[in-house]
């Protein structure tokens, strides 16, 4: 079963100030040791950690036209920040893996599963 770990943090201008880079370095070694471990027990599909709110771009197509606007489609205290992609066989695996998430020290992750997947060319129902 496919499940995305959808992470929502607080964005760096929301808490106050901006993380020191002692502090960044520290949360990338988490990341980047937690993807190894998704890696290492098979269940690693993809991960995507997102730049800040600011620098998004949204585009809408309403009454026939395109309009592209700077910045995120609502404003929130907590942003989307990334998005782990897995493959385990449960929702409680999938839970177990939410559960040693780095982020959730400061912000959350919420599990869903897939309702459809796009895998080598063709939409896919678990």
């Known amino acids: 079963m496919r499940?995305?770990?959808?992470?929502?943090?607080?964005?760096p201008h929301e808490v106050g100030h901006?993380?020191?880079?002692?502090?960044?370095?520290?949360?990338?070694?988490l990341m980047s040791d937690y993807a190894d471990a998704l890696y290492s027990a098979g269940v690693f599909v993809a991960a995507?950690?997102?730049?800040?709110?600011?620098k998004t771009t949204t585009i809408t197509r309403r009454g026939g036209c395109v309009v592209i606007e700077d910045g995120p489609f609502a404003?929130?205290?907590?942003?989307l920040a990334g998005v782990f992609v897995i493959d385990v066989e449960s929702r409680d695996a999938a839970l177990?893996?939410?559960?040693k998430f780095p982020?959730?020290?400061y912000g959350v992750v919420e599990v869903r599963?897939?309702?459809v997947s796009y895998i080598d060319g063709h939409w896919v129902q678990p």
């Open 3 to 11: 499940c995305s770990l959808v992470f929502h943090a607080p964005e």
């Open 18 to 29: 901006q993380p020191s880079p002692e502090v960044i370095e520290e949360m990338q070694k």
């Open 48 to 54: 995507e950690m997102l730049e800040p709110q600011a």
């Open 75 to 79: 404003a929130t205290k907590e942003a």
């Open 96 to 99: 177990a893996w939410a559960e």
């Open 103 to 105: 982020g959730t020290s």
């Open 113 to 115: 599963a897939a309702a």
